[in-house]
């Protein structure tokens, strides 16, 4: 299946950002019928193919989809957007852990809302994209974490060391409807296209109760919110994120407190050469008017000369050289991070997992080689070699149970065997290059 992006909806988004880029003030009055379009419909289904991801609240998969025949099914859903009798089913809600402990909750729509939500995206993202502040790196095409880790790092060699490491109290959850709209409005006029997203804003949304039932909450009465699992949402949630980094460039705050922000979706930090408390006060003050709420507990103010903070999955300030004892700034995972690698490498090791070896070794290297990937950037070899002491510990142990041998003997599975014939890759392999890509 083929996720090449043809090249007559290629050539509408270069005009609409275009269009969008040079003309700031434009306000784009006909965009509905593109939604419709059975190029961007069919595309726009390979996307959420792709994508994969469970059912909604019909219990509906793509395989069931291409049994009863794709086309029909596309052409339906394109004569129910054209004809705007579209209405979006209810969102799914589920519960999945959160990194720091507790629960996040996720939405889950139907394939067919989550195909109209992509063609929608296809539509509106080159818009909003020449909108967007060049501090934000969050779900923006051709941008991705790994870039902001490595605009933290440079910023903080150029000195610019004390931080505001900020926490939005459920940004997703909280972002007000009608100020979202307005935002939205400032852009778009076209009905059509605001009545689509004002739809899947105030989807009704199934939970579990607890007797095992399931009950409504939300709809047209819902007043704020973005359900994170929609395919619009991260698009949308970036545009309300703009407000803020636009008004801290509008208003000159980065030369007044010669600061910088890096941005990525709800999650952010400021990195200012003496002006970190300057900043907070001020931030808190335009996020109280957004009608956001800064978590006061996890929020702080930290020099990175002295004290570590952490950011998208990194903990940035004071490491030291191995060879000299010399100390410098820099990056390495968090300890957050290694803990939900070993958990994930537990996950697969557990003596539960019947499955052969050469299955489970390949589930490991996928992990591994995906761990690797994101983190490139910074310093690892500290991490690197306790996640490698990590492994090979659970390999031993698991490969020891299935052999049925003592519980604290090697016998064959010594270091070499398990990092050589065994085929378990050293992260130090992992990142040569090529290796990723393998």
Known sequence: MSLKTPDAIRTLQRKLYDKAKTEPDFRFYILYDKVWRADILHHAYRLAHANDGAPGVDGTTFEQIETMGLESWLSRLGEELRTQTYRCQPVRRVMIPKAGGGERPLGIPTIRDRVAQTAAKLVLEPIFEADFDPAAFGYR??????????KVLVLLRQGYTDVVDADLSKYFDTIPHDELMRTI??????????GLIRQWLKAPVQTADENGGTRMTGGKASRMGVPQGGVISPLVANLYMNRFLKYWRQTGKGQ??????????????????????????????VMTRLGLTLNRTKTRLCDARSDRFDFLGYSFGPHVFRQTGRRFIGASPSDKSVQRLKDKLGAILVPGNKGPWPEVKGGLNRLLRGWCGYFSP????VTDRAIEAHLYDRVRNFLVLRAKMPSRSIGPFTMEAVFGDLGVPRLRNLRRKGALSS
């Not at 922000?261 to 050469?273: E, G, H, T």
């Not at 910074?378 to 070899?381: F, M, Q």
């Open 378 to 381: 910074g310093t690892h070899y």
């Open 185 to 194: 409005a400032r852009r778009i006029v076209d009905p059509g296209m605001l």
């Open 256 to 285: 007044v407190w010669d600061a910088h922000i890096i941005n990525y979706a709800d999650d952010f930090v400021i990195l200012s050469r003496g002006y970190a408390a300057e900043a907070l006060a001020w931030t808190d003050g």
């Open 141 to 150: 095409p051709k941008r991705e974490a790994g870039q902001a880790v490595q």
